[in-house]
């Protein structure tokens, strides 16, 4: 069965999308993009607590994502996780392996100097490939 080729958008509302020129997750067939998300609520502010608390976030924010375009966080088949502090990486892995554990995506954690707003410590993209069953 050949999938569906167009572009679906999906934004998230947040500021910085119309002004860079983005969308939270893009599908196009199968495969679905989900741009770097942060720990931010409903209102666009950065959840308070540390890498644990804000990359929980951070991934329920991509679970919404990736729901919108009909996908799961099962379909995910890598992340990119970028920290501002390598020597959180542990909580970050906590984090991730919770929500994870038995999908395990192909994962990259590097350390970046900072984020778009000082109180983010975390941000992570995530692709994700719909099962043909889930396709249809």
């Known amino acids: 069965m050949a999938y569906d080729s167009t572009r679906r958008l999906v934004a998230s ?3 910085w999308e119309p002004v860079i020129g983005y969308s939270r997750a893009v599908r196009v067939g ?3 993009y989900v741009s770097g998300t942060t720990a ?3 209102n666009g502010r950065v959840v308070p607590g540390g890498a644990y608390a804000q990359t929980l976030r951070a991934l329920e924010n991509i ?11 099962a379909d995910v088949v890598r992340t990119r ?8 990486w542990q909580e970050v892995a906590r984090a991730h392996g919770e929500v994870f554990r038995a999908i395990r995506p192909a994962t990259t954690m590097v350390e970046v100097t900072r984020l778009i707003s000082p109180d983010m410590v975390i941000e992570i993209e ?4 719909v099962t043909e069953a889930e396709a249809e």
């Open 81 to 88: 996780i970028f920290v501002t502090n390598i020597d959180d």
């Open 126 to 129: 995530a692709d994700a490939h």
């Open 40 to 42: 931010t609520d409903a």
């Open 13 to 15: 509302g947040t500021p």
């Open 63 to 73: 679970r919404t994502a990736l729901e919108r375009t009909g996908a799961s966080m």
């Open 30 to 32: 199968a495969h679905v």
